[in-house]
């Protein structure tokens, strides 16, 4: 029989039970059970010593999502609609200028409701009106987009009031009352395209 000495720490482990085949049976057993001398396997993936994390990933991600100043608008549909929108508005009033200009002269040659004086502009100057009050609408939209909380709400207010004024303004200015109705009706049908369209389709150009 050999004399083992109490101090020697390999006996020590093998009295407590401890021998390299059991140590290597817990390991197999236990799933959580790792080498502390074997690689981390997590080591450069964002994590560091003493709980610090990799910020880079996390900074580049708000960078990512930071928003763009102005509308998110396409600007090809946006242009598109507003010219539209010019054409529209330039075509009705042209039409009815020339409407209002024939009927007249009818009343004028037919002699029984006096002379009545056509519209001081020609039908060709209200569609070209007709078609710049639609660009100057559309502009007015996007400016309100960029320095308003609730542009749309602003763009029709604004516009409503200017379209009510030019529909009053000749009516209770002009001497001859038939020039400020005729004059009257041209503003309402060109303001009526802008007050209408532009908003709707700006909403629509929007880019959610």
């Known amino acids: 029989m050999s004399y083992q000495d109490p101090r020697d720490p390999r006996t020590a482990r093998y009295e407590s039970g401890y021998t390299p085949e059991s140590r290597a049976y817990s390991s197999q057993n236990d799933p959580y059970a790792r080498d ?5 396997p997590y080591a450069g993936q964002g994590v560091h010593g003493q709980g610090g994390y990799d910020q ?14 102005g509308p998110d608008v396409n600007p090809v549909t946006f ?30 040659e037919s002699g029984k409701f006096g002379v009545w004086n056509p519209v001081a502009a020609s039908e060709i100057w209200f569609g070209v009106v007709g078609f ?10 996007y400016v309100l987009q960029l320095i308003t909380p609730a542009p749309n709400q602003f763009y029709r207010w604004i516009v409503g009031l200017l379209l009510v004024a030019a529909v009053l303004i000749p009516i ?22 802008p007050l209408t369209i532009i908003p709707a389709m700006g909403s629509k150009s929007l880019q959610h």
Request: charged share 10%.
């Open 79 to 108: 242009a598109g609609g507003v010219v539209m929108t010019g054409v529209v508005a330039g075509l009705a009033a042209w039409l009815v200028a020339w409407i209002i200009a024939a009927f007249v002269e009818k009343v004028n």
């Open 36 to 40: 502390p001398y074997a690689a981390d």
């Open 132 to 141: 710049l009050c639609a660009l100057a609408a559309g502009a007015l939209w």
């Open 56 to 69: 880079g990933g996390y900074d580049q991600g708000r960078q990512a999502s930071k928003p763009r100043r």
């Open 172 to 193: 209770l200015t002009y001497q001859q009352i038939s020039v400020g109705i005729e004059t009257a009706i041209l503003h309402l049908v060109i303001g009526l395209p």
